[in-house]
């Protein structure tokens, strides 16, 4: 019997054991109801949405943008197993974790019992402990899973029920006709749930390999303070290594970080300007604008590895962007935001010239201003 045959066995039989913590499923068998999973559990008694304690939240320094939503991360990897530090992409994790990521909004204060009225905030993780999230405070969305088979990784997801009891495998995707309420006004939008295809298009990081592979958990991006553990704030790496889930961990002084993403720091050079908008291009489009990536043949690579600026777009004219340009000549075009292509992109909502293609159907005014700012303080031109 061959090793596949063997791991197979030995899933559906976890699949099917009265076992208490996280069940890993065969690729072939994942379960219709996200519970099921068993890394997360609604609590009727207190209206919480309870982790198992065998699973890990953790958070991003730079976060992926996704229509404003909020995003409760795990990871859960089996006994004996630990990931390995890398210095570029994700953290190399090993054959069995989960990696989940459930999207929720704050209950709109004119609305709250309104599942279609959600509430803009720039609290992160608003209404989590560590260990709960609240829902008298929060909607859910959805979950989706990342799976490490012996295939490959693999996506699901997951969509919540009107009631908030649990979540239904939605291989096909979902649309929620949501409105975003912000001070005084309230935006109509279609919060977009990707289907299999979808997830596809952001983690195939390389269009010459047909695996999957996760896109925040860079060992950049999770080295960063974290508030919400029971023993108080600490290094999230260092949690990671002290569980014995990370291997490979260099000293702090040898270690790259993201910048912190914040709603309200100030847009200037004293603050980072430029390593802010680069990390903060690098999690929302170098997934696809990498070498290698499904934005290659553009030309434009946003990873944070890439040091050349024409690359980088710094005048550099447009392949074949079509209307995508706006009539712009530059993708990045020194001091004018106003005249270069990036900016005209991210500003749209309108398909066919919105970057991101796919996970947004909102605008970010706060990533906006950003980019923008790093441009406007650019020297030279492109003459």
């Not at 795990?74 to 890398?86: E, H, I």
Request: a negative charge; hydrophobic letters at 40%.
């Amino acid at each position: 019997m061959n090793r596949e045959v063997l791991l197979t066995a030995a899933l559906l039989l976890s699949a099917c054991s009265d076992s208490s913590g996280p069940q890993l499923f065969p690729a072939d068998a994942a379960p219709a109801e996200l519970s099921r999973w068993q890394l997360m559990q609604v609590s009727t008694g207190d209206n919480s949405l309870q982790l198992d304690p065998a699973v890990l939240a953790y958070d991003l320094a730079t976060p992926l943008f996704s229509d404003y939503a909020l995003k409760l991360r795990t990871v859960w990897l089996p006994d004996g197993k630990s990931a390995s530090y890398t210095t570029l992409g994700s953290v190399d994790f090993p054959i069995g974790t989960i990696i989940s990521k459930t999207f929720y909004y704050p209950r709109a204060s004119a609305a709250p019992d309104d599942i279609t009225a959600v509430q803009w905030t720039a609290d992160a993780l608003l209404g989590f402990d560590g260990q709960a999230l609240d829902l008298s405070q929060v909607w859910l969305l959805e979950t989706r899973l990342l799976v490490h088979q012996e295939s490959g990784w693999q996506a699901l997801p997951y969509v919540w029920n009107d009631e908030q009891t649990d979540a239904s495998l939605q291989i096909a995707g979902d649309i929620k006709r949501l409105s975003l309420h912000r001070k005084d006004l309230a935006e109509e939008f279609a919060y977009v749930v990707p289907n299999r295809n979808e997830c596809a298009s952001c983690h195939q990081l390389d269009q010459n390999n047909k695996g999957l592979s996760p896109i925040g958990p860079s060992a950049r991006n999770l080295n960063r303070l974290i508030s919400f553990y029971p023993d108080g704030p600490a290094n999230q790496l260092e949690v990671w290594q002290a569980r014995q889930w990370l291997e490979g961990l260099p000293a702090r002084e040898q270690r790259p970080m993201a910048a912190l993403w914040s709603h309200d720091q100030p847009l200037t050079p004293e603050h980072a300007l430029e390593q802010r908008a680069r990390d903060y291009l690098a999690v929302n489009c170098a997934h696809c604008h990498q070498r290698g990536g499904s934005g290659d043949t553009s030309g434009l690579f946003l990873n944070t590895a890439e040091t050349d600026a024409t690359r980088l777009g710094l005048c550099k004219p447009p392949v074949a962007a079509g209307r995508g340009t706006g009539g712009h000549r530059f993708s990045i075009e020194p001091g004018k935001p106003e005249q270069s292509i990036l900016s005209y992109r991210i500003f749209s909502n309108e398909v066919g010239v919105l970057m991101p293609e796919v996970g947004r159907s909102l605008i970010h005014q706060e990533g906006l201003e950003l980019v923008n700012a790093w441009i406007r303080h650019m020297p030279g031109d492109c003459n």
